[in-house]
């Protein structure tokens, strides 16, 4: 049976060869635009950094200063991270100065932004002028006749043909950038990364690999593993889950229960690194924890928690912040305790959930707490004129020309050094009614939640599970 390749047209549609000469015009504009855009950033960066020139202060952070406010300027306009946008400066700023060739093809709609980052990430150690002009040159002719995925293993190749130092000098400094790294994907989950040294890293993942599959054998009964731990009687284990489930599984295990064999600080479980716990704060509706509703629990505004993992999560927790909403709109406006301690910290972090500044979304055991109206300036340690900020945000209030202002219920307004303004609303604490409201309940401000905190005393009645 043979294809018929006739196509009809009606009249005045396009050909085939016309629709993809379109998408290649289309394409090659996209490229351009996204080309201009990078000017645009690097153009912002320049004039951070000649601001930057005029600070005398050798501090780091003071002279990060006009850097992370134009960052912000950009990100607040664009509807950006400020960090992500700091990233696009850097790269355009990168791209534009040290790769002519690349940056002239990109404006010219002959590359896409995928090709440059590509072209970016192989180069990123190049630091020698000459070695990076040569790299420049040579990668952009593949760049022009390649697709993104194959220009990775090129742009590899040239970049280390062009690179003047050793490996082992290489090393040492890549090394030093090791870090692990916490993104929040969909459906409640998250993805823990780690840039280790490679022989580490292969050697975590073949040891998670044998573990899951003696696992696997031992629980299904084709291994001797552990046979002396099976009673006669013990019947064999139909383990379900895949390797992959499994190496996660005791990933996670190893990380939260274990002390590290190289510990600097004296102790066992009860001292030392082996005392110290993750701390999570987690908002779970109160129909949720009676095991009435299914809605989902919030991870400090991040990610959603299943059901099940959260009541999992409330049968450990020592005590319990009750938080109080307004109906509908879920503003907080009081929150208790069986022993109030600390109630205006709880109150705040239950309404805030995450650093306060445009955009940003750092969860707040990892900001401060930051006067609005200075307290040196006669600033009430108020509610209404506190608020969450992470370190990069809070200096940024302090150093630079942003500044905000409280306009109630704990929306906060934002001014730019251009002048623009930005409202901040504090997320709340929301959560769909399972039952119809019964008359005269929106006069009353109702139970919504129930957040698992630290050292606190539990309330009388213990959750029904």
Known sequence: MSENTTTQHSPGARTRAEVVLSAESRLAQIAQLQAGLAEDFAEGGRMALAEMRLIPSRESREREIPMRSMAAEFAAALRMSDRTTQNRIDEAMDVTEHYP??????????ISERHVQEILRAGINLTDATAKARYDQEVVEVAEAETPGRLRGFAAALAEKAQ???LEERFEDANATRTVRLFDLADGMSSLNAVLPS?????IFNRLTQQARALKDFRAGRSDYGTKLRAEDEPVVDDRRTTDQIRADLFSDMLLTSVPSLDPLAGDDCGGLGAIKAIVQVTVPATTLAGTS???ADLSG??????ESARRLAGTAPGWDRVFTRPVT????AVDRYRPTDQLKRQLRARDQHCRFVGCRMPTHRCDIDHTVDAALGGPTHQHNLAHLCRRHHSLKHASKWSVKQRGDGVLEWTSPTGRSYTDKP????FEPDVVDQPGAESVPREQSASPARGATPLDAPPPF
């Open 101 to 110: 060739e690349t940056f002239a093809s990109w404006s010219a709609g002959r």
């Open 164 to 166: 003047p130092r050793t």
């Open 199 to 203: 022989v580490q890293a292969h050697g």
């Open 294 to 296: 299914s809605t989902p």
């Open 302 to 307: 991040l990610s959603l928690v299943d059901p």
């Open 330 to 333: 879920g503003t907080v406006v």
């Open 427 to 430: 997320p709340g604490v929301v």
